[in-house]
């Protein structure tokens, strides 16, 4: 009975997952849903990621949080369109919030969608939202061995972004072990290593978001 | 229809959590539901905990992880009894998972026991276990911003552990404006500065718990 009623909420969900895709298919948007653990640094990337591509594609951002317009508010001195959905204690986005969202943002002048999802590396994990790419960014202080621990996310991602490597000489994290443990569970997966601090890595992993936005065209 | 389903699976824990309570009462044992983001430091202050009042009190833990033995086998290496809860991709502990655990426990030689929940900042405080005390803990690197995003947490919790202030030196993080918010938020709240990396502030806050176990007896 509780395992029919989750099913039924998340192929509802894939439903207007798929509307959202051929929204922004139509409109020529590539979008991007990124999750982490609470600070990790989402917000942070997406601010470099901005300043990194913005001479060439036009972005727009929708922030994903329990509370609060904080990100949003960040996001917005970029000068760039941005929607802040508040899920009022939901642990993830759905894609009905996302689609919600797709109505106050001016669809036709965007080429690059950055989404926010919640803090959270357990339940986002379920619920497409229409993105053409899953990433999540993972921090050096949380340690190398959440993969061990959040599985499932590892492997569903497309791309795995480790942040605040400044912070390696300060902690314990041994990143060829975690690159070996996290490509042996998702041989597909692209790693990147970055510091949203430093700007360190940012300049690769923009490339290859672009070139990934390209390579749909 | 979706709502009363909610309310309904939470008042099934609750009843499970008040028996698991009174177990715990009957047998002396004082619980902590130990609550963090991944990552943020909470087997770590759990050996640090077993370190410090080990030789007054007999301690035993109980691990909650989506998957994996990696913190149950960190905390066997002090060898206190510990069990590992494995939630199999469920976000939070419950009542009836700690319950089983409970059945795995020498009860009558236990005075202190600490409940690891699984990295998640907003699915477990829900869910009450049983517990005596409710510590979240929060790390430096993850930003001072956390209590805009996750109210939730902050107000429901009777103490904030800040960790990881061995990294202030390298980070952005105002102590002073983050204790002023989460005051602001829980009047009641009590807030420790620790690094479990250094040992700093450890006995502080090993000192607090061992007084709360003792004024309820």
Not at 93 to 97: H, I, N, P, V
Not at 160 to 168: A, F, G, Q, S, T
Not at 189 to 199: A, D, L, N, Q
Not at 203 to 207: K, N, S, V
């Given at each position: 009975m509780k395992v029919s009623i989750v099913e039924s909420i998340l192929s509802a969900n894939d439903?207007?997952?798929l509307q959202n895709k051929q929204m922004l298919d139509a409109h020529g948007i590539y979008a991007i849903n990124i999750l982490a653990?609470?600070?990790g640094g989402k917000t942070s990337l997406i601010l470099r990621t901005i300043d990194a591509l913005r001479h060439r594609l036009r972005i727009a951002v929708i922030e994903g949080d329990v509370a609060s317009t904080v990100d949003a508010d960040l996001v917005a001195t970029k000068g760039v369109p941005v929607v802040q959905i508040n899920t009022g204690g939901q642990c993830h986005?759905?894609?009905?919030?996302v689609r919600r969202a797709l109505g106050q943002l001016p669809l036709a002048d965007?080429?690059?969608?950055?989404?926010?999802?919640v803090g959270n590396?357990?339940?986002p994990v379920e619920f497409k939202l229409g993105e053409d790419l899953n990433v999540m960014l993972t921090s050096v202080p949380e340690g190398d061995d959440k993969p061990y621990k959040y599985p499932g996310i590892f492997v569903a991602v497309d791309a795995?972004?480790?942040?605040?490597?400044?912070?390696?000489p300060y902690v314990r994290f041994d990143i060829d072990a975690f690159r070996k443990l996290v490509l042996g569970m998702n041989p597909d997966?692209?790693?990147?290593?970055?510091?949203?601090?430093?700007?360190q890595g940012i300049?690769?992993?923009?490339?290859w978001v672009a070139y990934q936005r390209e390579r749909k065209r």
């Open positions: 439903e207007i997952a653990a609470p600070g986005l759905e894609a009905q919030m965007i080429d690059l969608l950055l989404i926010e999802n590396l357990i339940c795995v972004v480790i942040n605040k490597i400044d912070l390696l997966v692209k790693i990147f290593e970055v510091s949203c601090e430093t700007g300049d690769d992993w923009a490339e």
